[in-house]
């Protein structure tokens, strides 16, 4: 592949991660309607023992990374570090920029608005096709490991973060599950339409370099 078509990709994958950080940053906004199963870990874990949400975000990636690249006997992909890395960062940055929503109604717009664009941002990213984010990886080891399939393993897995992380303290509530049911079915179609977008992009730079 051209290494102009690579650039996009690269645009792609970091334009969606920012998305998504964004996204988490309104629904840590709006936790009082609660946050995705992951995050509701995350703020429980800035709760009990400190340091920042998207620091959380960074560790638990590091700590479920080395489990899954053990587990499936593969090394990770350069992308899976930079999306580790980066979404915790966009999220500290974004929940620093973004005012604390002072109504109960403006907090339900950004807990509905941070999912839209969480599912946003992943289609966005995953279209790059530059590696998968720690969590995905972890939910192929629970695949590999046992007789499930990829969506039992996937609601395993966000259940136990999400009561795990409930226990410690984190937002656990109605938008967990609205946010656990939407993200899945808007992903689907950004990737679709991001997929779509990339290829052109690619070609018409082929072209105009060719």
Not at 20 to 46: C, E, M, N, P, Y
Not at 151 to 173: D, H, N, Y
Request: aromatic residues 10%.
């Amino acid at each position: 592949m051209m290494k102009k078509g690579i650039g996009l990709r690269w645009i792609f994958f970091f334009g969606g991660l920012m998305i998504l950080g964004l996204g988490v940053a309104l629904t840590v906004k709006g936790q009082r309607f609660g946050v995705s199963s992951w995050d509701v870990l995350h703020i429980g874990l800035f709760k009990q023992l400190g340091l920042s949400i998207g620091l959380w975000s960074i560790i638990m990636g590091i700590i479920v990374i080395t489990v899954a690249s053990i587990g499936l006997g593969e090394f990770p992909r350069i992308g899976t570090f930079a999306n580790m890395i980066f979404i915790g960062i966009f999220i500290d940055l974004f929940n620093w920029l973004i005012p604390d929503p002072n109504t109960l109604f403006t907090q339900f717009i950004a807990l509905i608005l941070g999912a839209i664009l969480i599912a946003s941002g992943s289609g966005i990213y995953i279209s790059a096709n530059l590696g998968a984010g720690p969590r995905d990886s972890l939910m192929l080891l629970i695949v590999k490991k046992s007789s499930f399939s990829i969506a039992t393993s996937r609601t395993i897995m966000e259940v136990f973060v999400a009561v795990a992380g409930f226990l410690l303290g984190g937002p656990l509530g109605v938008g967990t599950v609205f946010i656990a049911f939407a993200v899945g079915p808007i992903i689907q179609v950004t990737l679709k339409y991001s997929e779509m977008l990339l290829e052109q992009s690619v070609k018409k730079v082929s072209v105009t370099h060719g």
